[in-house]
């Protein structure tokens, strides 16, 4: 563990701001089995295959093999609007102001003074090899227990929510406490996100 490539990797693993996946699996949306396709999509962004998010970065940035790509991002350096903006300035600019050939590469002229990929170089002891396998049969087994469902949902958007004056969290937070007096005639927190006026109150 004491050798300088290993070292070396470490040190730019730590020095990173994010990571960029290269996932050998194809995910995407379709529109017919949406429900299912989605489901895949975004159990595949939330862990991938358990060894190839990096969850200790602001955000992975993890691009399929077919092209299509999302977000992985952990939210303690910024709330999740932060990197919805983000995201949704990239996915805004990218066809609108970047574009693409009519071949579809991307419009633009490579960098030739940037560097380019290096692999990492490790020296794992195989002690440390036994303890990651471990690890990872855990990791996917934990994984494998993951209930994450998306749903479609077309009845209305954002702009009914700016018609109720309230924040998307704070909407969600309602219509959660709804469904569960419903069900269960009582209201009970759902979210950590409640206001600081309901913490207040009680």
């Known amino acids: ?6 070292l070396q990797a470490l040190d730019t693993v730590e020095k990173a701001a994010f990571f960029v996946t290269l996932d050998d699996t194809e995910q995407r949306y379709k529109a017919d089995d949406p429900v299912r396709s989605l489901d895949s999509y975004a159990k595949s962004l939330l862990h991938g295959k358990c060894y190839d ?3 200790d970065k ?10 299509t790509m999302g ?11 932060i990197i919805g903006h983000l995201w949704e300035h990239v996915l805004s600019m990218d066809p609108v102001k970047l574009g693409y ?8 002229n490579p960098h030739p003074s940037l560097p380019g990929p290096q692999r990492l170089q490790w020296n794992i002891p195989a ?11 855990v990791a ?11 749903i479609p949902f077309n009845c209305f958007g954002k702009g009914l929510i700016k018609k109720c004056r309230t924040s998307p969290d704070a909407f969600i937070q309602i219509a959660l406490q709804l469904a569960h007096f419903r069900v269960g005639s009582l209201s009970l927190p759902l979210l ?4 600081k006026e309901d913490q207040l109150i009680g």
Request: charged share 20%; aromatic share 8%.
């Open 101 to 108: 050939t009519e071949e579809g590469h991307c419009k633009g």
């Open 127 to 137: 002690e440390c090899q036994t303890a990651i396998a471990s690890s990872l049969m």
């Open 71 to 81: 977000l992985n991002a952990e939210h303690s350096w910024a709330d999740a609007p």
């Open 53 to 55: 998010r990096w969850f």
């Open 192 to 195: 950590t996100g409640n206001s």
């Open 1 to 6: 563990m004491v050798c300088s490539p290993h």
């Open 140 to 150: 996917k087994a934990l994984a494998d227990d993951v209930d994450s469902h998306i």
């Open 58 to 67: 602001s955000f992975n940035l993890i691009v399929f093999r077919n092209g």
